[in-house]
């Protein structure tokens, strides 16, 4: 009898596998990358400004645009961008209200995370960042001071970085554009400023100041473009794309125009 129940239980599972391989064959073909080709497009959905990932300035359209201009080229398309309000109020890229006829590509701020990978697959990823320090002079600790905050890209912990500086008797008071930041930290109306490490490391190298990464505590990500899922053939191209681009030095030549040196 136990030989029966093995060899039923053994066919469940063959049986099972066979259904599988069916049911694959009747999925409709990944035509993502044929479609860019088609149309000779490739389409991107980026909030109106993240800088230095998006600023919405033509002559330097900031370090995602000009990737993603890079990206496309390699693959023989042009770039089109679609703005989109709701990337830059909202972390959850469930609420951002995009669909395929809008953009084939995310971008503008998009991190690898648990909530991403929920939602969307992921491109390689081309810089790390997270929540950094900057200020006239190295700081020991931001006990007690009081600090000007620039929340920007989306997919940072905002939440995290809020108890940290609560925990640490910080007195925050946020600003909405880089150029606030700077205006207090060089006023001395702040002790220091707290941002995406990307930008910290571009107005610390643009202002001659200090700059560090906050206490690990705070995560860090790497940054990536979101796809679609299921988009395997277009997730190929841009893979091979960021390969070519980061062996000519094309990849570090635009993260060197708008970061700067990055944080130790």
Known sequence: MPDVQRLLRDFGGIAFILALLVAVTFLPPDTSLSEVRATATLKA?????????????PQRPGIDIELLGAVAA????????????????????????????????????????????????????????????????????????????????SGLDRIGLASFLRRAGVRPQVVTRPEQLVAGIAEQRFDAGITEALLAARLSADNGWAAAWMPPELERYNLVFGLWKGDV?????????????????????ILARYAGAPLD
């Open 45 to 57: 959905c980026v909030p109106p400004a993240y800088p230095p990932l998006v600023t919405g300035d």
């Open 74 to 153: 390699h693959i023989g398309v042009q770039l089109a961008l679609n703005r989109n309000d709701a990337m830059g109020r909202d972390f959850n890229p469930r609420n951002w209200d995009l669909n395929r006829a809008q953009c084939q590509v995310i971008a503008g701020g998009v991190v690898d995370s648990d909530q991403t990978r929920s939602f969307l697959e992921t491109g390689p990823s081309y810089a790390r960042t997270g929540w950094a320090v900057i200020s006239l002079e190295p700081l020991a600790e931001l006990t007690g001071l009081s600090v000007g905050v620039l929340t920007l890209v």
């Open 233 to 253: 053939t277009l997730k190929r191209a841009i893979y091979q794309a960021f390969a070519d681009l980061a062996a000519d030095g094309t990849i570090a030549a």
